[in-house]
C-alpha cells in the first residue's frame, strides 16, 4: 500500500521518490489539475488512480474503465502511473492511447465501459497535467465526486482489490472520425482552415473534416508537445488572431480552431472577425430551434444576454437556462433537463438526442456549425453575425489568484456587490437591474450591460467577462468598475488578456 501522500516533497530526493506529493489544490470543482513535478508526482498519481478505483468501488460500479492521453511530453507515463493505480485497485483498465478528451467520452458508449478517466492538462500551459473523470455516461465528476476522491486520497483511504486487469484497445481513433462523420456531407463549397495548436486536435480534426467534402486547411496539425506557436486555447486572442491571419492568406470561408484535448472549439469568420463561442452558440441555436419545436437550452453565466433577447429565439419558442460555469455543470444541467445543447463561452458545445450524446465535442459542435451554413446557402457566416443584435463584449479575461484564496476573495467581492445593490447604489452610473450569485457574481445595470466575476475552476486565476447591449464604452466602463472592485485586494494579481 502507498503512503500517505504529502503536500511538499522536494523534488531530487529520497522521499520525493518514495512517497507520494499531492498538493490539494489539484483537486477542483469538477477534474484534477497539478503541475506536474511541482505539485504531483508519478508516486502522486499512482495514488489517484488507486483512490479512483477504490472510489468506483465504493459507488457500486462496474469495476472496468477507459483511459486515454494527451500529446504532451510527459502525459504517457502519468498514464501509466494511473494505470498501475487503477489496476491495484482491482480495476479492468482499457487503455485507448493517444486520444481526445471526447475520443475517451466515445469509447465509453463504444465499448459499453462506464467509467472513463482521460490523462489531460487540456488548455492549461506545458507544466500542467490533470484528469477528467466520470463514471456515468455522458457524464463527469462534480464537486461532490471530486470531494471524496479528495478525501480517499489525501487521507490515504484507498484500498487494494484483487482482478485488475489492463487491455490495449487498437482501433478507438479510426472508429471516433467513422462516428462523427457518419451521415453528414456538406453540400455546400466550403474552404475551412483547421487549426490545432500542434496539439492533439491535429491528430483527428483536418482528417474527420475533410471527409464532410469540405476544402480543409490544416494550420499547426503537426503534433508537437512544446506548442511553439502559442497555447492550444481558442478563447485566448493570441490563437485566434493566428486564425484570423489564416483566413486573410487564404481566402478562407472561416477558421475552426480546437484546444488542446479537443473538448472545444473557436470560430473565425470569413471576415476575419472572432466569434466567441457564446454568440456562435446562438446562431447554433437559432438552426436548431427552427428544426426542433420548444427547444430547451442551458447556457454558462458568462455568456451573452442574447440567449433570453434574441427575437429569432424568442419567436422559435426557445428556452435558455444559465447555470453555472464549467464543463461537467453544463452537461450535468443539460442532461437532467433533456435539453437539446448547452453553450459555453469557452468553446464547450454539448449536443444531446439526436445531435450527439450529451458530452462536449469540439468536433460534433463544428459540424454542427457547418450544417448550419449549409442550411443557409447565401449567407456567409459574416452575414449570420451580423444579424445578430449588436452587443460589445469582452474576451475571457484571468486575472491571477492563487488557488488557495481565489474562493475567498470571490466570495469577498460578491459580498461587496451585493451590499451595492440592496443599499440603492449604482454601477456605470446606472441603477442596478440584478445581481445573480449562481457561480461567483454577475451583476447587470440598468441598460443590460453586465460584468462577471468568479473563481476559475481549474487555474489559480479569476474570470473577468464584460458584455454589453448599448456601446463599446460602456463595456469599458463595466470593466473599469469591475477592475476597481478587485483591486480592493491585493492578493488578486495581473490579468493573462484584457480589454
Keep these: 500500500m502507498l503512503p500517505k501522500p504529502s503536500a511538499d516533497l522536494k523534488p531530487n530526493t529520497l522521499t520525493y521518490e518514495v512517497a507520494p506529493l499531492v498538493k490539494a489544490t489539484g483537486f477542483r470543482e469538477y477534474d484534477a489539475r497539478w503541475l506536474f513535478e511541482k505539485e504531483i508526482n508519478l508516486l502522486g498519481i499512482q495514488a489517484l488512480g488507486q483512490g479512483l478505483g477504490t472510489l468506483i468501488r465504493e459507488l457500486g460500479k462496474e469495476p472496468r474503465i477507459v483511459v486515454g492521453h494527451d500529446f504532451r511530453g510527459y502525459s504517457l507515463s502519468i498514464k501509466q502511473a494511473l494505470i498501475v493505480g487503477l489496476m491495484s485497485a482491482g480495476i479492468e483498465v482499457n487503455d485507448i492511447g493517444l486520444a481526445l478528451s471526447p475520443v475517451a467520452y466515445f469509447a465509453q458508449f463504444d465499448l459499453e465501459i462506464p467509467c472513463v478517466a482521460m490523462v489531460t492538462a487540456s488548455h492549461n500551459e506545458n507544466g500542467w497535467t490533470g484528469v477528467k473523470m466520470g463514471v456515468e455516461m455522458p457524464l463527469t465528476f462534480g464537486p461532490d465526486e471530486m470531494g ?126 472572432e466569434i466567441f463561442a457564446d454568440k456562435i452558440g446562438v446562431l447554433i441555436a437559432r438552426d436548431l430551434s427552427a428544426l426542433h419545436e420548444n427547444a430547451q437550452f442551458v447556457v454558462d453565466v458568462k455568456s451573452t444576454g442574447l440567449f433570453v433577447t434574441d427575437p429569432i429565439l424568442i419567436e422559435n419558442g426557445a428556452k435558455t437556462e444559465y447555470w453555472k460555469t464549467g464543463h461537467s455543470y453544463i452537461k450535468r444541467k443539460s442532461h437532467e433537463m433533456n435539453a437539446l445543447a448547452g453553450f459555453e463561452k469557452s468553446g464547450h458545445f454539448f449536443f444531446n438526442a439526436p445531435i450527439g450524446r450529451g458530452y462536449d465535442d469540439g468536433l460534433v459542435a463544428a459540424i454542427a456549425l457547418l450544417q448550419m451554413l449549409d442550411r443557409n446557402p447565401d449567407k456567409k457566416l459574416s452575414d449570420l453575425r451580423k444579424s445578430l443584435p449588436k452587443t460589445w463584449q469582452s474576451p475571457t479575461m484571468s486575472p491571477h489568484c492563487a488557488d488557495e484564496i481565489k474562493y475567498d476573495v470571490v466570495k469577498k467581492v460578491v459580498a461587496t456587490l451585493e451590499a451595492r445593490a440592496k443599499d440603492g447604489g449604482t454601477i456605470i452610473g446606472q441603477s442596478i437591474r440584478d445581481v445573480v450569485t449562481v457561480n461567483g457574481v454577475r451583476i447587470t445595470a440598468e441598460d443590460g450591460t453586465w460584468g462577471l466575476i468568479r473563481a476559475s475552476s481549474n487555474k489559480p486565476e479569476l474570470v473577468v467577462v464584460i458584455e454589453s447591449p448599448t456601446s463599446e464604452e460602456n463595456m469599458k466602463k463595466m470593466f473599469a468598475e469591475m477592475d476597481a472592485v478587485l483591486r480592493e485586494h491585493p492578493e488578486v494579481g495581473e490579468y493573462n488578456q484584457k480589454i
Design 148 to 273: 471524496r476522491l479528495k478525501e480517499i486520497v489525501l487521507n490515504a483511504e484507498y484500498k487494494s482489490f484483487p482482478g485488475g486487469e489492463y487491455k490495449y484497445v487498437e482501433g478507438l481513433r479510426e472508429r471516433y472520425i467513422d462516428d462523427v462523420v457518419k451521415d453528414v456531407k456538406i453540400q455546400r463549397n466550403l474552404k475551412v482552415v483547421a487549426a490545432c495548436g500542434n496539439g492533439t486536435a491535429g491528430a483527428f480534426a483536418p482528417e474527420a473534416l475533410s471527409r464532410l467534402g469540405i476544402e480543409v486547411i490544416p494550420m499547426d496539425a503537426e503534433l508537437d508537445h512544446t506548442f511553439p506557436r502559442y497555447n492550444p486555447n481558442p478563447e485566448d486572442m493570441e490563437m485566434l488572431h493566428a486564425m484570423r491571419d489564416a483566413i486573410s492568406e487564404h481566402g478562407a470561408d472561416l477558421a475552426l480552431g480546437f484546444d488542446g484535448d479537443g473538448d472545444r472549439c473557436g470560430v473565425v469568420d470569413d471576415e476575419g472577425e
